[in-house]
C-alpha cells in the first residue's frame, strides 16, 4: 500500500506539474497585456514598462514560470505586499492575495460539489438498486426510462427552469445563497439545495443506469446463485453478496466524476450567483488575471488527484480480490 500511495503521488506531481505548465504558457497566447488592468485609465508607456518591471513581465516567459513555481515554495516580496509560502502572487485585477482568495472561495465550491455527490449517490445507486431488484417490473421501466430523460439535462438549461419556477414565480424557495455552516446549519442546507438537486442530475441519471447494470451482473454470478441454492433470503443475496460487488466499477467512475463535479460546479455557480471557485476561474480568464488563475487551476487540480489517489486505495477495503501492486 505504501509504494502505491508514493507511486501515484509522484505521477500527480507530474500530472500536476503539466497542468501549470500549459496553463501559463496558453496564457500567454491570449493578446492581451495583464499590465493594463493594473495601470487604469491614464495609461502612459512608462507605467506600464514599470508595472511590466513590477510584475516581472519583462522577463522571458519560461523565466516567468520559473521564477512562478519557485516562489510556491519559498514565498516572495512583491510590491503589493509580503508574500509567504505557498505564494501563488497577487490579482493583476485587484492586487488582492491569490491563495487567501482561494480559501475564502472554497467552503463555497466544496459545500456545493459534497451535497450533489451525496444527493447523486444516494437517489442514483437507490433507483438503480431497486431497478436491478425489480427487473422487468413497471418500477424498473419507470427508473429507465427517467434516467433516459434526464441524463440529456444540461445546468444551464434545467437551472434557469428552476429558478423560474420554485423562486421567482411561486416563491416556494427563496433564492439560492451561500451561508457557512458553522453560522447557520438549516440556512446552509435550504440555501444551497436548489443547486445541489440541478447539479446532481446528470449524475443521478448516469448511476441508475450504471448500477442497475452492474447489479444485474452480480446477481448473475455464480457465488450469488450459490447463495440462493443454500435457501437464502433474496434480500440477505442481495444487500450481502451482491450489493457490496457491484460497487467497484461504481467506485472507479466516482472517482473521475470528481472532477467533472467540479467542472459542473463552474456553470451551477454561475447560474445561481454563488461565490465559489468555479465562478472566480471565469472570472480570471475574463480579466486575464494570470495569477488567479493559475491558482485556482492548481488548487483545484491538486484536489481532484488527491480524491482519485483516495479512491484507489478504498478499492482493497471494498474487494479483497483487488491488489495495489
Known sequence: MLRFLVRRTLGALVILLFISAFTFFLFFAVPHDPALLSCGKNCTP????????????????????????????????FSA????????????????PVWPTLVNRLPTTISLAAGGTVVFLIVGLGSGMLAAWKRGTFIDKVFSSASLVLSSMQIYFLGPIVLALLVYNNQIFDQPKYVPITQNPVAWFSGLLIPWCVLSVIFTANYTRMSRSTMIEQLQEEHVRTAR?????SAYVFFRYAWRG??????????IDLGALFGGAIITEYTFQLAGLGRLAVDSVSKTDLPMLMGVMLF?????????????????FID?????S
Not at 320 to 324: A, E, N, S
Request: a positive charge; one cysteine or more.
Open 300 to 316: 483545484s487540480a491538486t484536489l481532484i488527484v488527491l480524491f482519485n489517489i483516495i479512491v484507489d486505495a478504498v478499492y482493497a
Open 46 to 77: 512608462q507605467n506600464i514598462e514599470l508595472i511590466h518591471h513590477n510584475l516581472g513581465l519583462d522577463h522571458p516567459i519560461p523565466v516567468q514560470y520559473w521564477n512562478y513555481m519557485v516562489r510556491i515554495f519559498t514565498g516572495h516580496r
Open 81 to 96: 505586499g509580503n508574500c509567504p509560502a505557498p505564494c501563488l502572487g497577487y490579482s493583476f485585477a485587484n492586487s488582492e
Open 320 to 324: 479483497p480480490r483487488v491488489r495495489l
Open 229 to 233: 441454492a443454500k435457501g437464502m433470503s
Open 246 to 255: 457491484s460497487l467497484i466499477p461504481i467506485v472507479t467512475i466516482l472517482g
